[in-house]
């Protein structure tokens, strides 16, 4: 087995990658471009994976099969070790990975970064309203957190190479059965479907708080997740983890519902790329309406209850 910076040298910051079935996790475009282009995948599909890291310029495919984060810190430690920057996308794989990288390299490992440089790594804290910079003099291992810090799609075909790579069992935990995910506790930067409950969803009937607990019914109705706007979320009407933003979490859905939400810049930037966009308003003219697939100029809160008396088969509002 070859070291990646015998393969490649000068190959001072690296992407690490886990690929599950040919899918690259959230924000592995964004570790590749913090990684000059250049990474390591591994898991399973990996060279299936490749269409999805527009800014891959090279990359090795390392097929380790299921996902076991221990067998694998240790199986890539070897060929990581000579490169002095490991930067993984602060996924739910990624975390589980990145400490016990960092702990088979003996390195530290700095989590929750928004900018990674030769020398300084930026860290997002409190609830990312804190930027921190950390000088790192010597090797390192970061997760850059999804949304934070954009890609440039490359020119032309990437370099791909195989590396062979042997996994030998560890202390991982044996996974009996996969659930499915329940959309109300799922981790928000996941769900494909969000509802979410912005300031104007107070204006009716329903008290805010309320109001959002129908909103929550209904996304359970629908199989979505609920978020929020930080107004709604420093109200107290949703819990933090559940507000959407550059000062919360960075989602990506396939579809996400506005119901109230002007479109503030602090909540669109947590936005991602969403696949459709509806938003219900009664401000045609609200920088959310404007950005969305399909605009409702209508009352939110009625809409939403509404849309509760029929999912439910009541004749109740």
Known sequence: MKAIETLAPGCDTLAVLVIREGTAPLGADEAVAEAGGTALLAGSGCREAV????????????????FAPSAWARALAGPLRGVPRVVLPASPDGRDL???????????????????????????????RV??????????????????????PLDGSPELADLD??????????????????????????????????????????????????????????GASVGATRVVTDAG???????IGTTGVVVDPDLYV??????????????????HVVS???????????????????????????LARRLSGSDDA
């Open 51 to 66: 269409d999805q890291l527009p800014p891959l310029r090279r990359a090795w495919c390392a097929e380790l099969g299921e």
């Open 98 to 128: 990145a400490p016990r990288l960092s702990a088979e390299l003996t390195r530290p490992l700095l989590a929750g970064a928004v900018r990674v440089g030769e020398t300084s790594v930026e860290l997002a804290r409190w609830d990312s």
């Open 131 to 152: 930027a921190v910079t950390v000088e790192a003099s010597g090797p390192f291992v970061a997760t850059l957190l999804p949304g934070v810090r954009g890609s440039v």
């Open 165 to 222: 790579v042997k996994v030998n069992p560890a202390g991982d935990a044996k996974v009996l059965e996969v659930l499915d995910p329940d959309p109300a506790t799922a981790d928000l930067a996941e769900a494909p479907r969000i509802l979410g409950a912005g300031a104007g969803l107070a204006s009716g009937e329903l008290s805010g708080p309320d109001a959002v607990a129908l909103l929550g019914k209904v996304a359970a109705a629908l």
């Open 237 to 243: 009407w949703a819990p933090y983890e559940r507000q």
């Open 258 to 275: 506005a119901f109230g939400v002007s479109g503030a810049t602090q909540h669109t930037g947590g936005l991602g790329a969403p696949r």
């Open 280 to 306: 219900v308003n009664t401000d045609a003219s609200s920088p959310m309406t404007a950005m969305a697939d399909l605009g409702l100029v209508t009352d939110a809160q009625a809409l939403l209850r509404e």
